[in-house]
């Protein structure tokens, strides 16, 4: 998590070429056409966070591997992958690599800081403007964690809901949904960040990223509270990514039943409006303590027919 967050700190706002738009536009455009899956077929994709965390700890630098890397998460039965995104150019370094093995994006991750000021308005346009590059690639979603700060004001939580619901209002004309992700400074303080981005923004706006371990971890590891994260916000949640834990350590393959019970987690969201259209995203990643017995594209793979399994139930 440190890790990612200091990845996006230094976000840029930097602006695309037409040519390359149109280029990139009418290339992306056909090869989504070719590989889109069948309305009705389930869907799993995977973060680059697992996937740079554990080919790292292979010595395995993935963005100078792409095209093996990329191999491996298609041969792990991956319908598509959810990048990290810092600007619109870094959307280049996977363009071919994701045609080359019908590998789609339906969602990025990044950063914001929206709650200062100064800074709101260039957040706005770099997010902005990394969802209209992405939107030839297929998004539907950007999963953005607003920039940590413990103990954020009113002030400053007004103004990052207002700000939330300028940024979701702007990417659902381009046909993009605005989820939220969260980590523990959001849920600090009775989680009163984490509860007035979903209380004060307009859901038709800004919807979750639910995140169960995030919940529990937060929660001085109690699954009680995933549950009842998952409850309240159900019909908000518009992409939900996995990962699981035995006694409080981050599990090396995911699992549908250990600290989080998942099936459980999907007894609730199953009725939900959002469920059908809900991206599920494998987040599985090793931290201090984690088993080392396999392979990064063996993790993949047997995650991957865990979660199928988990959703075919």
């Not at 200091?6 to 590989?35: C, D, E, P, R, W």
């Not at 413990?150 to 702007?170: F, I, P, Y």
């Not at 995933?226 to 908000?236: Q, T």
């Not at 793979?301 to 139930?313: A, C, G, I, M, W």
Request: glycine residues 4%; neutral net charge; hydrophobic residues 40%.
């Amino acid at each position: 998590m440190t890790n990612r967050r200091n990845f996006l700190k230094k976000a840029a706002i930097l602006t695309g070429s037409t040519l390359f738009m149109h280029k990139y536009s009418v290339a992306m455009s056909q090869s989504i056409a070719q590989t889109l899956t069948p309305k009705g077929q389930f869907e799993i994709f995977i973060n680059q966070y697992t996937v740079n965390t554990f080919y790292s700890r292979e010595g395995i630098t993935f963005n100078e591997n792409l095209d093996r890397c990329f191999a491996e998460l298609k041969e792990a039965g991956y319908a598509g992958f959810e990048p990290i995104m810092r600007q619109a150019q870094d959307i280049d370094m996977y363009f071919d690599a994701l045609g080359k093995h019908n590998l789609q994006m339906r969602s990025f991750y990044t950063g914001g800081n929206l709650h200062d000021e100064a800074a709101a308005d260039a957040e706005i346009k770099r997010v902005i403007e990394i969802a209209e590059r992405a939107k030839h690639a297929g998004t539907k979603a950007v999963v953005l964690n607003p920039h940590p700060k413990s103990a954020k004001s009113d002030v400053e939580l007004n103004r990052q809901n207002h700000n939330l619901n300028l940024l979701g209002a702007e990417l659902r004309k381009l046909g993009i949904k605005l989820a939220l992700h969260y980590h523990i400074t959001e849920l600090q303080f009775a989680a009163r960040e984490f509860h007035s981005f979903m209380c004060d923004t307009d859901p038709q706006n800004v919807f979750l990223c639910l995140d169960p371990h995030w919940s529990y971890r937060a929660s001085n590891n109690s699954a009680v509270s995933a549950y009842s994260h998952a409850k309240l916000y159900a019909d908000r949640i518009a992409v939900l990514h996995l990962r699981q834990s035995q006694e409080n350590i981050w599990s090396e393959t995911f699992m549908p039943v250990a600290d989080i019970d998942y099936v459980k987690i999907l007894e609730i969201l199953r009725n939900s409006k959002c469920f059908d259209d809900c991206l599920v995203v494998l987040e599985q990643a090793p931290e201090e303590g984690t088993p080392k017995t396999l392979k990064p594209v063996e993790i993949f793979k047997k995650s991957n027919e865990t979660v199928k399994r988990l959703f075919d139930r």
